[in-house]
């Protein structure tokens, strides 16, 4: 009987620690600010790199220098872009600027989509949910996979002749 009571308050002890540390662990996010009350993001995506300031705003977009219907003139890379705005439900809310280098337009667009993700849980960590859920805040690692030797390309093989 007495075994059973020190083992009863060894867990006790043991429970207690472990709420000790989760509430240790949970400590509430800080938003991230510059001293302009701008948010700053690196976004990557294929071979594409951008770096992403937002700030409160009418919802102007700018990419290197240009507006954003003018450098994506696709509208399927307009919409990728503002993807994170209308699943965190701040469209028009923020002002983007954004530089991005490498890799072509759709990488490009996927760069400044995951840099704008990044940078709005920054300025606003109550977001980071809606965007965590929907896939924003993960670097998509999938890149070309690089030429073998003997091999036309990563994978296609040069034709084959039996004789």
Not at 58 to 78: D, M, T
Not at 96 to 101: D, F, G, P
């Amino acid at each position: 009987m007495a075994d059973e009571i020190k083992t009863l308050e060894g867990l006790e002890a043991v429970a207690d620690g472990v709420e000790a540390t989760a509430t240790e662990v949970e400590t509430p996010r800080e938003p991230v600010r510059d001293a302009l009350g701008r948010s700053y993001a690196t976004g990557k995506r294929k071979d594409a790199v951008a770096r992403v300031w937002i700030k409160p705003g009418s919802g102007k977009v700018v990419v290197n220098g240009k507006p954003i219907n003018e450098y994506f003139a696709r509208p399927v890379l307009q919409m990728i872009l503002k993807q994170p705005f209308t699943v965190s439900g701040t469209e028009d809310q923020f002002d983007v600027m954004a530089t991005v280098k490498g890799g072509g337009l759709s990488g490009q667009a996927g760069a400044v989509k995951h840099g704008v993700s990044k940078a709005l849980q920054l300025y606003d960590p109550s977001l980071r949910g809606a965007l965590k859920a929907a896939g924003f805040l993960t670097r998509d690692s999938r890149v070309v996979e690089r030429k073998k030797y003997g091999r036309a390309k990563a994978r296609k093989s040069f034709q084959f002749s039996k004789r």
